[in-house]
């Protein structure tokens, strides 16, 4: 029913940008909630930003809060990551996620595959 596919990655110095894609490939209308996270090395998987369908409720991980902007484009069935000011300690795998339940417990139903974010010091 969901299939999410992410783009958009790469290397980066510290304050530069990057833009996500992520896009639902099956073609279906779905209203799940959508959002990001990311796995550094080392470290466990964290959350970084979900989005509901209509865009009403958006939440944000405080570490990039002010940098990082999500959102959505229901026409496409996809979700972007707009990620500004980069840090060293944003480098990870970010993950595409969707789920019913997203918002309200952080658990998402469908992962992406990941894709890479690297910031150079």
């Known amino acids: 029913q969901v299939q999410l596919v992410e783009s958009g990655g790469g290397l980066v110095q510290a304050g530069g940008s990057l833009r996500l894609s992520c896009t639902n490939s099956?073609?279906?209308?779905?209203?799940?909630?959508m959002g990001w996270f990311r796995q550094a090395p080392g470290k466990e998987r964290e959350f970084v930003a979900a989005?509901?369908?209509?865009?009403?409720?958006?939440n944000y991980a405080d570490s990039v809060k002010g940098r990082f902007t999500i959102s959505r484009d229901n026409a496409k069935n996809s979700v972007y990551l707009q990620m500004n000011s980069l840090k060293p300690e944003d480098t990870a795998v970010y993950y595409c996620?969707?789920?019913?339940?997203?918002?309200?417990?952080?658990?998402?139903?469908?992962w992406g595959q990941g894709t890479q974010v690297t910031v150079s010091s």
């Open positions: 099956a073609r279906t209308f779905t209203n799940y909630p």
């Open positions: 989005i509901s369908w209509s865009g009403g409720s958006i």
């Open positions: 996620a969707a789920g019913v339940r997203l918002i309200a417990t952080m658990a998402p139903d469908y």
